[in-house]
């Protein structure tokens, strides 16, 4: 009797020893196949990525489908890892089901980013690259994403908006056409020569490499102010070139005016004094 319970207890160790080395060597399996598959998911992502960068697909459709791609991709590995180990396939999908339900009511607004980023990806409003002014911002468009777009300001800030932020507002894609209009506004007095100011805007504006000969460049008469007339010059040039034209022709008209003796005028108003003589006649009766 007491061999038998001996020969017993040796056969209970060697089946724990068994299932610990087989669950064991399970579980090295699935931890290999979760950071292999992840590695191979980072490797497809990557060449479907250059293979859209070789058929010149934009640049933010392409990183998005990747990162959906991605995602997915993983999301096989992870079940596969988890059937490793001995968890039902089935068990798996039917739990990612029910969190993916959960999750999707408790994070609508997520979901509403993600549909916002497709729409973005499917009626292209903008693309990477472009300057825009949308969502209550102003920048550099740099990538879009599944939930949020990555924009750059002019000062060089990053700044994340989420897609569902476009859709709300207006958009605004500042060099989405290859000309764009400057308006270069100046005010001369009213004792100046207007068409002589109107020469001097031209010339200075025909000589600039920068500007477009078609439209052509106009001078106009806009407004007769208090104290100056207003005038607008209006030439065409590349976005890119929109903010030195502005910059640099304003100092240019400065130093012209001066040099013709033509007169930028600041507000003034003239103050006219009218004294009442009716009491110093009084008093001076009496």
């Given at each position: 009797?007491?061999?038998?319970?001996?020969?017993?207890?040796?056969?209970?160790?060697?089946?724990?020893?068994?299932?610990?080395?087989?669950?064991?060597?399970?579980?090295?399996?699935?931890?290999?196949?979760?950071?292999?598959?992840?590695?191979?998911?980072?490797?497809?992502?990557?060449?479907?990525?250059?293979?859209?960068?070789?058929?010149?697909?934009?640049?933010?459709?392409?990183?998005?489908?990747?990162?959906?791609?991605?995602?997915?991709?993983?999301?096989?590995?992870?079940?596969?890892?988890?059937?490793?180990?001995?968890?039902?396939?089935?068990?798996?999908?039917?739990?990612?089901?029910?969190?993916?339900?959960?999750?999707?009511?408790?994070?609508?607004?997520?979901?509403?980013?993600?549909?916002?980023?497709?729409?973005?990806?499917?009626?292209?409003?903008?693309?990477?690259?472009?300057?825009?002014?949308?969502?209550?911002?102003?920048?550099?468009?740099?990538?879009?994403?599944?939930?949020?777009?990555?924009?750059?300001?002019?000062?060089?800030?990053?700044?994340?908006?989420?897609?569902?932020?476009?859709?709300?507002?207006?958009?605004?894609?500042?060099?989405?056409?290859?000309?764009?209009?400057?308006?270069?506004?100046?005010?001369?007095?009213?004792?100046?020569?207007?068409?002589?100011?109107?020469?001097?805007?031209?010339?200075?504006?025909?000589?600039?490499?920068?500007?477009?000969?078609?439209?052509?460049?106009?001078?106009?008469?806009?407004?007769?102010?208090?104290?100056?007339?207003?005038?607008?010059?209006?030439?065409?040039?590349?976005?890119?070139?929109?903010?030195?034209?502005?910059?640099?022709?304003?100092?240019?008209?400065?130093?012209?005016?001066?040099?013709?003796?033509?007169?930028?005028?600041?507000?003034?108003?003239?103050?006219?004094?009218?004294?009442?003589?009716?009491?110093e006649s009084e008093e001076a009766a009496s």
């Open positions: 009797m007491t061999q038998l319970t001996t020969l017993a207890q040796m056969v209970t160790m060697d089946n724990i020893d068994n299932l610990a080395a087989q669950w064991a060597l399970n579980l090295l399996t699935a931890i290999i196949i979760f950071f292999v598959g992840k590695w191979i998911c980072n490797i497809l992502k990557n060449v479907f990525t250059k293979v859209c960068e070789s058929r010149q697909i934009d640049a933010s459709l392409s990183r998005f489908a990747g990162s959906v791609i991605y995602y997915l991709l993983m999301t096989v590995v992870i079940v596969a890892a988890l059937g490793k180990l001995g968890v039902p396939v089935t068990s798996v999908v039917a739990i990612l089901g029910a969190a993916g339900l959960a999750v999707g009511l408790a994070l609508q607004g997520s979901l509403s980013n993600f549909a916002a980023g497709v729409m973005i990806l499917l009626f292209r409003p903008f693309k990477t690259g472009d300057v825009i002014d949308g969502g209550g911002v102003v920048g550099v468009i740099v990538g879009i994403d599944m939930l949020t777009t990555e924009m750059k300001s002019f000062d060089g800030k990053q700044m994340i908006v989420p897609n569902g932020k476009f859709l709300d507002s207006v958009i605004t894609n500042i060099n989405a056409y290859p000309s764009r209009r400057v308006d270069i506004e100046f005010s001369i007095s009213y004792e100046d020569d207007v068409d002589q100011a109107r020469e001097i805007v031209l010339g200075i504006l025909n000589q600039d490499d920068r500007v477009l000969e078609d439209p052509k460049v106009s001078v106009a008469l806009m407004n007769f102010g208090d104290s100056s007339i207003d005038l607008v010059a209006r030439p065409w040039v590349a976005p890119s070139n929109w903010w030195p034209v502005l910059a640099e022709t304003r100092e240019k008209i400065k130093k012209a005016f001066d040099s013709n003796g033509i007169t930028i005028p600041f507000p003034q108003q003239d103050v006219h004094i009218i004294r009442d003589s009716a009491p």
